[in-house]
């Protein structure tokens, strides 16, 4: 009965409050989302220091831990069944792919350098662009940036639809079925799960440390800072080097930027691509298209009505569930 209580709750009256939350928290919503390049923090991989070890791999998923999905069985069924159920439940220990409970993995490359076959390394995450179609075209503002220029999904808001990995040139976020607001809310109707992906440790940023994955590297793959330092950097490193760069244009620019000794064509037709697995290609500027612009803007007051009415029904329910537990304690 309470459950039943809080989602109508939401469907007939959290609507009108959140469009006042809404109303108010749109331009900061909408200054983060338009965070400044000069303001963002980026990371540079150097691919040759990587000798595919995966201590990142699984510092990543002792830090992260806590916030993989923990699915609810039976999956409700879907109408109309369109959207397929994603379970990665029983394949947490799957490292050789992106998956809800694998945020960064290592992908393997031989190519020639110098006519030696040489075997490169090269870890792969969310990119974290800076004018991500993820945070923009998210029609229920369940991911955002922060103004360091991190993007996230909130696992709490996200009702699973995927747009984001549609969206996202390299189809990085991935969808664990069972879990998340579309339980409560639309069980049959809604995305069949949460999208997870790499968030950068931002919670550690904020404290001051360093992301998991570069605190536990042993060989000093990456390094972090403001983007634009990042960028003089990886100039300069490939210049030593005679290398090469990818991360500074793809898709407008990215927070993630790789330099490597060989030609990135070359290492992505050398690494094994496809679902989970992110290509290596030239990404053209997404979010420059008109459409995207234009559906951008379009979604950009729905998205502020749909993230504060998912936060309201969240406070609803806390509220609902700590005034039942009160109950059975004065029992």
């Not at 993820?134 to 940036?145: M, T």
């Not at 696992?155 to 990085?172: A, E, M, Q, T």
């Not at 536990?216 to 972090?224: G, S």
């Not at 803007?297 to 329910?317: D, R, S, W």
Request: with cysteine; charged share 25%.
């Amino acid at each position: 009965m309470g459950q039943e209580i809080s989602r109508r709750t939401f469907l007939r009256g959290g609507m009108a409050a959140a469009a006042g939350l809404a109303a108010s928290s749109i331009p900061g919503a909408a200054a983060a989302a338009r965070a400044e390049e000069k303001n963002q923090l980026a990371t540079l991989f150097d691919i040759r220091k990587c000798i595919g070890c995966e201590a990142c791999v699984e510092a990543c998923s002792e830090t992260n831990a806590d916030q993989y999905p923990n699915p609810q069985k039976p999956f409700p069924k879907m109408y109309p069944n369109r959207v397929p159920v994603e379970d990665w439940s029983e394949k947490q220990d799957v490292t050789d792919r992106l998956t809800p409970y694998n945020w960064l993995f290592i992908q393997h490359a031989t190519v020639n350098i110098n006519g030696e076959e040489t075997e490169l390394t090269i870890p792969r995450r969310c990119m974290h662009c800076v004018n991500p179609p993820c945070v923009k075209l998210c029609p229920w503002g369940a991911a955002r940036q922060l103004e360091n220029g991190i993007s996230r999904i909130d696992s709490d808001l996200c009702l699973g639809g995927s747009k984001c990995r549609k969206v996202c040139p390299w189809h990085i976020p991935q969808r664990q079925t069972g879990t998340g607001l579309y339980l409560d809310v639309l069980p049959s109707l809604a995305g069949n799960g949460v999208m997870y992906k790499c968030d950068r440790c931002y919670n550690r940023i904020a404290e001051g440390e360093l992301p998991a994955c570069i605190e536990a590297c042993p060989e000093d793959v990456q390094t972090i800072g403001p983007r634009d330092e990042i960028i003089k950097k990886a100039h300069a490193l490939a210049k030593e080097i005679n290398g090469y760069i990818y991360g500074e244009k793809e898709n407008g620019g990215t927070n993630t930027i790789y330099v490597s000794p060989v030609p990135f064509e070359e290492l992505n037709k050398a690494i094994e691509k496809g679902k989970g697995k992110p290509h290596l290609k030239p990404v053209k500027d997404t979010m420059a298209q008109a459409n995207n612009l234009a559906t951008a803007m379009i979604l950009a007051p729905v998205a502020g009505i749909a993230a504060a009415a998912g936060k309201f029904y969240k406070l609803t329910k806390s509220s609902q569930q700590g005034a039942g537990q009160n109950e059975r304690e004065r029992i």
